[in-house]
T-cell receptor, first 118, second 116 residues
Framework: GAVVSQHPSWVICKSGTSVKIECRSL??????MFWYRQFPKQSLMLMAT?????????EQGVEKDKFLINHASLTLSTLTVTSAHPEDSSFYIC??????????????FGPGTRLTVL | AQKVTQAQTEISVVEKEDVTLDCVYE???????LFWYKQPPSGELVFLIR??????QNEISGRYSWNFQKSTSSFNFTITASQVVDSAVYFC?????????????FGTGTQLKVEL
């Protein structure tokens, strides 16, 4: 159980275009999903917290107009990188929070999406 | 503010050796949760363990074991009889709310290379 998928696994796009990345919790409902960014050989940096049915909460320094997040259902959150530029090239990872009655919550991570902007 | 330090950037061992990955954390909260995740070359983070701040019992799962010591704010991870498949980046993480349901603060990771 607790499987999270991401699509696409990799994408190459031209500068100035927009790219949408999907994050799905396959076997549980996730009221909260998280989006992280990871540069090569670096740690994961939280970009935003996505709550189903409400606006995402962005971390300091993350442009909300550039990284659009939508969490329309309990199993799907999307991240759209608008007007992508080469500096947006990175590995984007989502996670979904599995809330368990009587136990601590845990975040399960998707396989990541490697974005390359030419 | 919470912080996680993994001082070992890279460790290389020969197969069958035991290896310990260090993790030191900082937090002001009395209730918090600690995690270890494995990131193989494929990139996907694999959940290994969650420990809450009130449970200092050491845990063993197969070749993996964890040593949690609040007195030194450490949550170290030991792999016994390492195997090539253990080669990956290992991240220690801390959450101050709801067991990881809220923000996770990650350490910088330790690259483990297990060679034949």
């Amino acid at each position: 159980g607790a499987v999270v998928s991401q699509h696409p696994s990799w994408v190459i796009c031209k500068s100035g275009t927009s790219v949408k990345i999907e994050c799905r919790s396959l076997d549980f409902q996730a009221t909260t999903m998280f989006w992280y960014r990871q540069f090569p050989k670096q740690s994961l940096m939280l970009m935003a917290t996505s709550n189903e049915g409400s606006k995402a909460t962005y971390e300091q320094g993350v442009e909300k107009d550039k990284f659009l997040i939508n969490h329309a259902s309990l199993t799907l959150s999307t991240l759209t990188v608008t007007s992508a530029h080469p500096e947006d090239s990175s590995f984007y990872i989502c996670s979904a929070r599995q809330a368990l009655l009587g136990a601590a919550d845990t975040q399960y991570f998707g396989p990541g999406t490697r974005l390359t902007v030419l | 503010a919470q912080k996680v330090t993994q001082a070992q950037t890279e460790i290389s061992v020969v197969e069958k050796e035991d290896v310990t990955l260090d993790c030191v954390y900082e937090t002001r909260d009395t209730t918090y949760y600690l995690f270890w995740y494995k990131q193989p070359p494929s990139g996907e983070l694999v959940f290994l363990i969650r420990r809450n701040s009130f449970d200092e019992q050491n845990e063993i799962s197969g070749r993996y074991s964890w040593n949690f010591q609040k007195s030194t704010s450490s949550f170290n991870f030991t792999i016994t009889a390492s195997q090539v498949v253990d080669s990956a980046v290992y991240f220690c993480a801390l959450s101050e709310d709801q067991g990881g349901g809220n923000k996770l603060t990650f350490g910088t990771g330790t690259q483990l290379k297990v060679e034949l």
